[in-house]
């Protein structure tokens, strides 16, 4: 399994396939999805490059943790390429748009997503996709 629990392995693999990208070295293509996302947060380049992998990002310290952003690109884009839950890529086409930038209008589901999984976590449930799709729903109108 590529992406497990181990959030050193996962942060591992974004610090890997990053010096790939950079070193111009082949991707296989699920590092070339992670490269394209990093590449749209220079802000986390530092990040991937250097000892944050072991950091905490913690809420209190009014951090984003760059993984659980970048990873939750990642979880946006393949819902819309499998169109899971059924909706969302025709909800992405209106909000991208409507934005006239696909990583605005990406970070505008982000929301949507960490929302319904911080629900579903502190109700110690399986996410609602329902309501999930409804808050998607309610950015395309």
Same mark, same amino acid.
């Given at each position: ?22 070193? @111009? ?11 394209? &996302? ?7 380049? &530092?990040? &991937? ?22 990873? $939750?690109? $990642?979880?946006? @884009? ?5 169109? @899971? ?27 949507? /997503? ?18 999930? $799709?409804? @808050? /998607?729903?309610? /950015?395309?109108?």
């Amino acid at each position: 399994m590529i992406f497990g629990q181990d959030r050193n392995e996962l942060r591992k693999m974004y610090a890997d396939t990053w010096r790939k990208h950079v070193d @111009r070295s082949p991707l296989s293509p699920l590092e070339a999805q992670i490269a394209a &996302v990093i590449e749209i947060h220079p802000e986390y380049h &530092v990040a &991937v490059s250097s000892d944050a992998l072991d950091k905490d990002f913690l809420p209190g310290d009014g951090e984003t943790n760059p993984f659980l952003h970048m990873g $939750l690109h $990642l979880g946006i @884009r393949e819902q819309i390429a499998t169109n @899971r839950p059924t909706g969302i890529k025709a909800v992405f086409d209106t909000v991208a748009a409507r934005c006239g930038d696909i990583h605005d209008a990406e970070h505008q589901m982000i929301e949507c /997503l960490a929302e319904t999984l911080w629900e579903a976590q502190s109700q110690n449930t399986a996410p609602d996709e329902q309501k999930y $799709l409804q @808050r /998607l729903q309610q /950015l395309a109108r």
